[in-house]
């Protein structure tokens, strides 16, 4: 019988061995795979796939036992610790126990590209020692992940925004990690720059736009753009983005006649159940309570 092949890691996430076992799976539109997986005790190997995976083991004291391109190693799993798997190369991996665990997926090309930009090309996600199988911990990568999923089950799959935004932020630090950060961003946007990216989301609102396509705008990489435009506007592009999409819903609501759903879509959510979520976490009230406070007022 002939091993089935597959291309991508979200394909092999989905037809493999471990779709059985997934709890979670959200691709966020930008050659980024979230899942969170439950996997029994045994053989966790799999083929050679082009992405790079960073996993979170979320329970701990598991025996692991495999090989993910760095050399042979054993020993017990850390409770929030991470297992950098590499991209092209046959991972191997038996665990003692049940294994829980969440993990994002870094599709090599689009992201080496991303990387270079940034980092004038003196760190390869392909040659990188940190695929030794050791554990590692980093508050920064744990609170992002921690954001990711959170902001998953409120909202569905993360948005372009996010999730390039969460990425740069995680390469970032493993690129400190091995030594070879980038080069830093000195200083906020231009206030040209500032005044075009506000523009532009204002303008597409309903819209996934990306980070990488605000950045190209305004002729930055994302690594740089998204911290520069933190330090220009106070808040990060998708925070800065939900406030925008949250007043424009507040004008339509007090102002239009348009059903929920209706505004929902306007401002660049799925449902009128995502923007309740978003509008509850925002303005501490529901859509249909500050429609109708609001309508008394006038």
């Given at each position: 019988?002939?091993?089935?092949?597959?291309?991508?890691?979200?394909?092999?996430?989905?037809?493999?061995?471990?779709?059985?076992?997934?709890?979670?799976?959200?691709?966020?539109?930008?050659?980024?795979?979230?899942?969170?997986?439950?996997?029994?005790?045994?053989?966790?190997?799999r083929m050679a796939l082009p992405s790079m995976v960073l996993n979170q083991d979320l329970v701990g004291g598991t025996h692991l036992c495999g090989d993910f391109g760095g050399g042979r190693f054993a020993?017990?799993?850390?409770?929030?610790?991470?297992?950098?798997?590499?991209?092209?190369?046959?991972?191997?991996?038996?665990?003692?126990?049940?294994?829980?665990?969440?993990?994002?997926?870094?599709?090599?090309?689009?992201?080496?590209?991303?990387?270079?930009?940034?980092?004038?090309?003196?760190?390869?996600?392909?040659?990188?020692?940190?695929?030794?199988?050791?554990?590692?911990?980093?508050?920064?990568?744990?609170?992002?992940?921690?954001?990711?999923?959170?902001?998953?089950?409120?909202?569905?799959?993360?948005?372009?925004?996010?999730?390039?935004?969460?990425?740069?932020?995680?390469?970032?630090?493993?690129?400190?990690?091995?030594?070879?950060?980038?080069?830093?961003?000195?200083?906020?946007?231009?206030?040209?720059?500032?005044?075009?990216?506000?523009?532009?989301?204002?303008?597409?609102?309903?819209?996934?736009?990306?980070?990488?396509?605000?950045?190209?705008?305004?002729?930055?990489?994302?690594?740089?753009?998204?911290?520069?435009?933190?330090?220009?506007?106070?808040?990060?592009?998708?925070?800065?983005?939900?406030?925008?999409?949250?007043?424009?819903?507040?004008?339509?609501?007090?102002?239009?006649?348009?059903?929920?759903?209706?505004?929902?879509?306007?401002?660049?959510?799925?449902?009128?159940?995502?923007?309740?979520?978003?509008?509850?976490?925002?303005?501490?009230?529901?859509?249909?309570?500050?429609?109708?406070?609001?309508?008394?007022?006038?």
């Amino acid at each position: 019988m002939t091993a089935p092949t597959f291309d991508t890691w979200a394909d092999w996430i989905k037809r493999g061995s471990v779709a059985p076992h997934i709890l979670t799976l959200k691709s966020a539109g930008t050659k980024l795979d979230m899942v969170e997986a439950i996997r029994p005790k045994g053989d966790l190997s799999r083929m050679a796939l082009p992405s790079m995976v960073l996993n979170q083991d979320l329970v701990g004291g598991t025996h692991l036992c495999g090989d993910f391109g760095g050399g042979r190693f054993a020993g017990t799993s850390v409770k929030g610790g991470f297992y950098l798997a590499p991209p092209n190369a046959d991972y191997k991996l038996t665990v003692d126990a049940e294994h829980h665990t969440r993990a994002l997926a870094f599709s090599i090309e689009y992201w080496q590209m991303v990387v270079d930009w940034a980092a004038d090309r003196n760190f390869s996600l392909t040659g990188s020692k940190l695929y030794n199988g050791r554990c590692f911990r980093s508050p920064l990568i744990h609170s992002i992940f921690r954001q990711l999923w959170r902001i998953g089950d409120e909202e569905g799959a993360p948005s372009r925004i996010l999730a390039q935004a969460a990425g740069c932020e995680i390469l970032a630090e493993l690129c400190r990690l091995h030594r070879a950060p980038f080069s830093p961003a000195n200083g906020g946007l231009a206030p040209w720059a500032e005044r075009r990216c506000i523009e532009i989301m204002r303008m597409r609102l309903a819209e996934d736009i990306s980070l990488v396509e605000l950045a190209v705008e305004v002729k930055l990489s994302p690594f740089h753009f998204s911290r520069m435009f933190k330090q220009s506007v106070g808040v990060p592009p998708r925070v800065f983005l939900t406030q925008l999409r949250v007043d424009k819903a507040c004008e339509l609501l007090r102002y239009s006649d348009l059903p929920i759903t209706e505004i929902a879509f306007e401002v660049g959510y799925s449902s009128s159940q995502v923007l309740a979520r978003v509008f509850l976490k925002n303005r501490n009230t529901t859509p249909t309570d500050y429609r109708r406070e609001h309508r008394k007022l006038q």
